[in-house]
Structure formats: C-alpha cells, structure tokens
C-alpha cells in the first residue's frame, strides 16, 4: 500500500519558532506479520520526506550556551 501525505509548518518551539514550509512523506507499507484469522497485525514501512523547513534558527554552540 502507497502513502502519501502533506504536512504544513506554521511554527514551533525553541530552534524552531517562527519555523514555516511544507513537507511531504511517499511511504510504502506491507505486511509482515499476521495474527490467526490471518488479519496484518505488524508492518515494514519505507518511505522518504520531500520538502523545504525554512526559518529554523542555528543550533547553540557551547560557548554560546548559558
């Protein structure tokens, strides 16, 4: 089965306040593992996430911390 979804950032906390864009995961999910009545009960999933995060501050080098 193909997955695709969308997501939109609006923002966050810490690094990522005032953080904006749009990011997309393609995944594919299949089966493994089957209970008894041969119903799928545990999944592999591969996939990859496109997209563009703007506005997310630099991390804080240690001799910048307080």
Do not use: C, W, Y
């Amino acid at each position: 089965m193909a997955v695709l979804d969308s997501s939109e950032i609006t923002g966050g906390t810490g690094r990522f306040k005032g953080a904006f864009g749009i990011i997309t995961l393609t995944e594919t999910v299949r089966p493994v593992l089957a209970d008894a009545l041969h119903n799928p009960v545990f999944f592999a999933s591969t996939g990859e996430f496109t997209g563009t995060i703007s506005g997310v501050a630099g991390e804080v080098g240690q001799d910048e911390r307080q």
